[in-house]
DNA sequence: CATTTGACGCCAA
DNA sequence: TTTGGCGCCAAAT
């Protein structure tokens, strides 16, 4: 299990409506200060299968996303996450 | 194999 | 309070 797997796993284990930090799933992933590591990952190995839309920054801000920030927004807003 | 990038986070000014 | 700069880890080139 190397460490993307791991944000691969946690990502996908995030209920809907909830939202994680990227900090905080790098916290998960067993190095709380990989957050870099983490947006690195699923920037470059993006993948349909994990909801990544619901990982947002510390700040709380959305972050970005490979199919358009204006759609992850969208559907952080649709699944109630975001306000 | 070494260097640069990358969807971030925190500290300082 | 807002803006700028530095530091961090892992992956990709």
Known sequence: MTFKEKVFNIVKGIPE???LTYKEVAKRAGSPNAYRAVGSI??????????????????????????????????LKKEGALA
């Not at 947002?56 to 992850?72: A, P």
């Open 17 to 19: 409506g909830e939202t």
């Open 42 to 75: 699923l920037g470059t190995n993006y993948d349909s299968n994990i909801p990544c839309h619901r990982v947002l920054r510390s700040d709380g801000g959305v972050g970005g996303y490979n199919r358009g920030i204006e759609n992850k927004k969208k559907i």
